[in-house]
């Protein structure tokens, strides 16, 4: 009888509730917060569910020495966690990215990359505020990647700049670029007039097959020779898009861009979730960081949008820019180009901006990753 | 350099030589703005060697609507060759003029003025179509819906009329310019 008293004894103190903190606890609320916010409010649905799934997994009280928890070495969590650890799993997403991303409205409007180029000032804004605020560069700069809007990027380099801060960086990242229709639709508005807003652009020519072929090797070679430090991201991604573009290998651009980056979606949000931890998540520098996320968006937004006023000054009249696509350099493909046309119609019904604002939007994705590449160059 | 002792320095040394983070901050600006220039570069010169002819540009007059505010809508009256209606004050979207002379195989704006081609604004798949041969139509109604990015478009008709002909059916994917319907 006393050695079943005392297996059972042994057995409590195995569980979960033996082990439990009010920080286990509050974390899970948390993960359970960020699951409704991706199923109820459909906020970047494929990131935060599986993010808010991890962090309950990662935040149930585990007996240490059981061998499950994320950061005990050869356990399921931690063998899968090195795809983030290490940082290959970003890179496979952005393969994949690659492989279904449509880069002709780039190339058959070359000047709309700058507005990619000035869209990543959201970064720089964000690192010299963090630094004001006290965190060191290395984790100034992996907060100031959230103003990329660009997942995998900002998940690569927090990865390897502050690994730390990354659950907080990701789940802020997937956050405002749910709401990127809330965040840029005000600023975009204030920050054009209405006959801008009005602006038509001429129609973009056609791009030939080998345009689109040779598109993402040039791009590739002269990005990574100016910034080698983002050969993962660089290469990934334009190796992808050559797949798609190549036509002959079909297959394996609709693998990439269908099982593939499914797969590694599952388990980078799955892990960053389970990696984050309360005693970094719970404290006054998160909130912190999501002021910081939510500056670096509107930054990168106004710098998009007042770059292409700028640019206006150089154009020929007939030949302007509508600012209203500024805000698509602001990497949530397709989301912030889709703002672009909900407010290009609300000026003018008859002025679909969508096709325009693609371009600005895909090369803020190439942006995104050059500025990685180059913070990470600097302070890795 | 000054470059090159900032990539030997760890972050924390770093601290120390750019506390503000200013230098780092306008190396790297110009680094993106330099490298994306570059692509500009290339692309464009890409372009003028292997790329085809561009699209009409837009004539400035037709750019930039006299502003007919009625009111109810505030929308933009735009005045264009054969067209001179306004958007149905229930703010409809309607279809661009412009994209009549859409497709670059339609070489003379006169298809505007033959009026009543409905054409696509967008490159995306067709998600419904609301009307057949031969069905009477009003300024603003629905014709089909379009959908592109996983937005839904309306596609409205800018004419009263009947329509004569639909070239669409459900599942289709379009470019931008293809015909929809066309209404007399």
């Given at each position: 009888m006393e050695n079943i008293i005392d297996s059972l004894q042994q057995f409590w103190q195995f569980t979960g509730f033996a082990n439990c903190t009010w920080q286990h606890l509050l974390m899970i609320v948390i993960g359970i917060v960020f699951v409704t916010l991706g199923i109820v409010k459909k906020w970047e649905p494929m990131l935060l569910v599986p993010i808010g799934f991890g962090i309950i997994i990662g935040n149930i009280p585990v007996f240490t020495g059981l061998q499950v928890s994320i950061y005990e070495e050869n356990s399921v969590l931690n063998i899968l966690y090195q795809g983030v650890r290490q940082g290959w799993y970003p890179p496979l997403i952005f393969l994949g990215i690659g492989a279904m991303t449509d880069f002709s409205a780039l190339i058959s409007q070359p000047r709309l990359i700058l507005i990619g180029a000035a869209a990543q000032l959201g970064i720089f804004g964000a690192y010299l505020l963090s630094l004001q605020m006290g965190?060191?560069?290395?984790?100034?700069?992996?907060?100031?990647?959230?103003?990329?809007?660009?997942?995998?990027?900002?998940?690569?380099?927090?990865?390897?700049?502050?690994?730390?801060?990354?659950?907080?960086?990701?789940?802020?990242?997937?956050?405002?670029?749910?709401?990127?229709?809330?965040?840029?639709?005000?600023?975009?508005?204030?920050?054009?007039?209405?006959?801008?807003?009005?602006?038509?652009?001429?129609?973009?020519?056609?791009?030939?097959?080998?345009?689109?072929?040779?598109?993402?090797i040039i791009g590739f070679i002269c990005t990574a020779f100016i910034v080698p430090s983002g050969l993962p991201l660089l290469g990934m991604l334009f190796f992808g898009n050559l797949l798609k573009e190549s036509g002959v290998t079909k297959r394996l651009a609709n693998t990439a861009a269908g099982p593939m980056i499914d797969v590694v979606t599952m388990l980078i949000g799955l892990t960053v979730g389970a990696s984050t931890q309360a005693d970094v998540f719970i404290s006054p520098r998160s909130i912190l960081i999501f002021l910081l996320g939510l500056i670096s968006f509107v930054i990168a937004?106004?710098?998009?949008?007042?770059?292409v006023k700028f640019m206006n000054l150089f154009c020929k009249e007939g030949n302007k820019i509508n600012p209203l696509i500024g805000n698509a350099g602001v990497s949530a493909v397709p989301d912030?180009?889709?703002?672009?046309?909900?407010?290009?119609?609300?000026?003018?019904?008859?002025?679909?901006?969508?096709?325009?604002?693609?371009?600005?939007?895909?090369?803020?994705?190439?942006?995104?990753?050059?500025?990685?590449?180059?913070?990470?160059?600097?302070?890795? | 350099m000054m470059t090159f002792h900032l990539l030997t320095t760890g972050a924390d040394k770093m601290a120390a030589t750019d506390p503000n983070g200013l230098t780092l901050t306008t190396v790297c600006i110009l680094v993106v703005f330099g490298c994306l220039l570059i692509l500009y570069g290339v692309y464009s010169l890409l372009g003028a060697i292997l790329g085809r002819q561009k699209a009409d540009t837009v004539k400035p007059q037709e750019n930039i609507a006299e502003k007919k505010d009625d009111g109810t809508s505030g929308v933009i009256t735009i005045r264009t060759a054969g067209w001179s209606g306004n958007a149905q004050s229930t703010g409809a979207t309607a279809l661009s003029a412009d994209a009549g002379t859409g497709s670059e195989t339609k070489d003379s704006t006169e298809s505007t003025r033959k009026g009543g081609t409905v054409t696509s604004p967008l490159p995306g798949m067709i998600i419904e179509v609301a009307v057949h041969a031969g069905d009477h139509v009003q300024r603003g109604q629905r014709i089909a819906v379009l959908e592109a990015m996983k937005m839904e478009n309306d596609i409205l008709s800018e004419f009263d009329g009947t329509v004569t002909a639909v070239y669409v059916t459900k599942g289709n994917t379009l470019k931008e310019g293809d015909r929809i319907a066309s209404i007399e």
């Open positions: 965190f060191l560069p290395n984790e100034a700069g992996a907060i100031g990647i959230i103003g990329g809007a660009d997942g995998p990027t900002a998940i690569f380099l927090s990865s390897k700049l502050a690994p730390e801060l990354m659950g907080a960086i990701a789940v802020c990242a997937y956050s405002y670029m749910a709401l990127v229709p809330v965040i840029q639709k005000p600023i975009m508005k204030l920050l054009t007039t209405k006959k801008e807003r009005l602006i038509r652009m001429n129609k973009p020519r056609e791009v030939s097959q080998r345009e689109k072929i040779i598109f993402p937004t106004a710098a998009g949008v007042l770059f912030s180009a889709r703002v672009s046309e909900m407010v290009g119609l609300e000026a003018d019904p008859s002025n679909h901006l969508l096709m325009h604002a693609m371009a600005p939007n895909v090369a803020g994705v190439i942006g995104s990753a050059v500025a990685a590449g180059i913070l990470l160059g600097f302070l890795g | -």
